[in-house]
C-alpha cells in the first residue's frame, strides 16, 4: 500500500506556481520522498527526490518539513503542459541495484489558461 | 540516446490465452521494472530483474513471469489471461545504483 497521502485534483492557472502537498506521516528515517508525473497516455516521469533536505532541479523544487511528515512539490511556473498526475513516493532505497516504487493515486494537476 | 521501448503498443487477448510484453531498456540499464496500471489507478509493482536475475516482487500471482536477457532488454509473460489483466503494462529501466527509473510508453492490453 501506498504511504503518502495527496489530494485527487488541483488547479493552477498558467505561469503561477503550482504546489502539490504531500503527506507521509509514517516514513521511517531511511526513505526518501520521491516525485513522478504521468502525462495523459505517457509513462511516468521523474522529477525529484529527497531525504531531509530541501532539492531543486531544473523542472522543480522539493520542500520537506523538518519532521519529514509532509512535503511539498513546487513547479515555480506552470504550463499546460504540466498538466498531468503527480504521484508522491516514499521508499527505502538500498543502493543495490534499484529501487521498487509504490504508486497511490496521485494528485491530478489541471492548468489552466 | 534510446529510450526505453515496448512492444507492442496494443494488444486484444481472450480469456485464458498466453501473452508476451518485451520492452529494450535504456543504454546502460542494467534493471528492468514491470508495472501494471489498470484505468484510473496508480501503477502497480509486478516484479524487477537486475543482471538478469529476479529481484523483487510485487504481489501479482505465478501466471506472471519474466526474463531480462544478457542485453538487459526484457519479457513479461502472462499465462491464463483473465479479465482483470486488461490494463496498460509499464516497463522502467535504470543505471546501476541510479534512483531515477526510465518508464516506457506501456503496452496497452485487452482481454476480452
Same mark, same amino acid.
Given at each position: 500500500d501506498a504511504k503518502t497521502t495527496q489530494p485527487p485534483s488541483m488547479d493552477c492557472a498558467e505561469g503561477r506556481a503550482a504546489n502539490l502537498p504531500c503527506n507521509h506521516s509514517t516514513i521511517s528515517g531511511n526513505e526518501?520522498?520521491?516525485? *513522478?508525473?504521468?502525462?495523459?497516455?505517457?509513462?511516468?516521469? *521523474?522529477?525529484?527526490h529527497g531525504l531531509k533536505n530541501n532539492e531543486t532541479n531544473e523542472m522543480a523544487s522539493?520542500?520537506?518539513?523538518?519532521?519529514?511528515?509532509?512535503?511539498?512539490l513546487i513547479l515555480p511556473h506552470a504550463t499546460l503542459r504540466d498538466t498531468a498526475v503527480y504521484y508522491c513516493i516514499?521508499?527505502?532505497?538500498?543502493? %543495490?541495484?534499484? *529501487?521498487?516504487?509504490?504508486?497511490?493515486?496521485?494528485?491530478?494537476?489541471?492548468?489552466?489558461? | 540516446e534510446t529510450g526505453v521501448t515496448q512492444s507492442p503498443t496494443h494488444l486484444i487477448k481472450t480469456?485464458?490465452?498466453q501473452v508476451t510484453l518485451r520492452c529494450s531498456s535504456q543504454s546502460g540499464h542494467n534493471t528492468v521494472s514491470w508495472y501494471q496500471q489498470a484505468l484510473g489507478q496508480g501503477p502497480?509493482?509486478?516484479?524487477?530483474? *537486475?543482471?538478469?536475475?529476479?529481484?523483487?516482487r510485487g504481489n501479482f500471482p505465478p501466471r506472471f513471469s519474466g526474463l531480462q536477457?544478457?542485453?538487459?532488454?526484457?519479457?513479461?509473460?502472462?499465462?491464463?489471461?483473465?479479465?482483470d489483466d486488461s490494463a496498460l503494462y509499464l516497463c522502467a529501466s535504470s543505471e546501476p545504483l %541510479?534512483?531515477?527509473?526510465?518508464?516506457?510508453?506501456g503496452t496497452r492490453l485487452t482481454v476480452l
Open positions: 526518501y520522498v520521491y516525485w *513522478y508525473r504521468q502525462i495523459h497516455s505517457q509513462g511516468p516521469q *521523474y522529477i525529484i522539493l520542500i520537506i518539513t523538518e519532521d519529514r511528515k509532509s512535503s511539498t516514499v521508499e527505502f532505497y538500498s543502493g %543495490a541495484g534499484s *529501487y521498487q516504487l509504490t504508486f497511490g493515486k496521485g494528485t491530478k494537476l489541471s492548468v489552466i489558461p | 480469456r485464458g490465452q502497480q509493482f509486478i516484479f524487477q530483474y *537486475y543482471r538478469e536475475e529476479e529481484n523483487g536477457f544478457p542485453n538487459y532488454s526484457s519479457e513479461l509473460n502472462v499465462n491464463a489471461l483473465e479479465l %541510479a534512483v531515477e527509473q526510465f518508464f516506457g510508453p
